[in-house]
């Protein structure tokens, strides 16, 4: 379903664009991922709306086939890329799941805020990018998606989330028909 509207107080939560993420080997090119990203976040801002950058900092507990040891990245690896231009009046998040409520008081903060949707994007597409949009949809939030502004490492869990999954948890679209809607 494209974007069809945002409610009057719609949240831009903006995934795992940090140093060790947007280094990864990924499906597109990270920068226009940035500057797509970056494009939102102005337009929120200049909106008044509420705007969360989200980095991960950790793994849950548990065994898996491919597990990552946080222990052996670069010091820098979960710092935000500076070209999001952090403002004070962002609400960061650092999150140690695949998704960005669990463990994180992101719920009651758009609460707080008086959110009931919430646009997403970042890296990864397949994997925070669609946790946080499953959680969200649990939690009864209504959920857009900048298809544009998302990248993934993996071209077929890319397509697979933007053309199966997405669809299912809200609307998808590009950036622009977002800024659109915005006015």
């Not at 797509?36 to 705007?51: C, E, I, N």
């Not at 959920?143 to 869990?157: G, H, I, P, S, Y």
Request: glycine letters at 10%; hydrophobic letters at 45%.
């Amino acid at each position: 379903m494209p974007v069809t509207r945002l409610d009057p107080k719609t949240a831009l939560v903006v995934i795992d664009l940090q140093a060790g993420i947007v280094g990864l080997p990924v499906v597109h090119a990270p920068a226009d991922i940035i500057k797509t990203s970056r494009g939102l976040l102005d337009a929120f801002r200049a909106k008044g709306q509420p705007v969360v950058l989200v980095n991960v900092a950790g793994g849950a507990p548990g065994r898996a086939d491919q597990s990552r040891s946080m222990g052996d990245l670069p010091k820098n690896w979960a710092d935000l890329v500076p070209e999001l231009g952090q403002q004070a009046s962002d609400h960061c998040v650092t999150k140690r799941t695949w998704g960005a409520f669990t463990g994180s008081d992101l719920h009651a903060w758009l609460q707080a805020q008086g959110a009931t949707q919430i646009v997403l994007c970042g890296i990864a597409t397949s994997i925070g990018v669609e946790s946080t949009a499953r959680q969200a949809h649990e939690l009864g939030y209504n959920v857009t998606l900048a298809v544009d502004a998302m990248t993934d490492m993996n071209a077929d869990a890319h397509a697979n989330s933007v053309t199966r999954i997405f669809p299912r948890l809200g609307e998808t679209g590009s950036a622009a028909d977002i800024v659109a809607l915005l006015g």
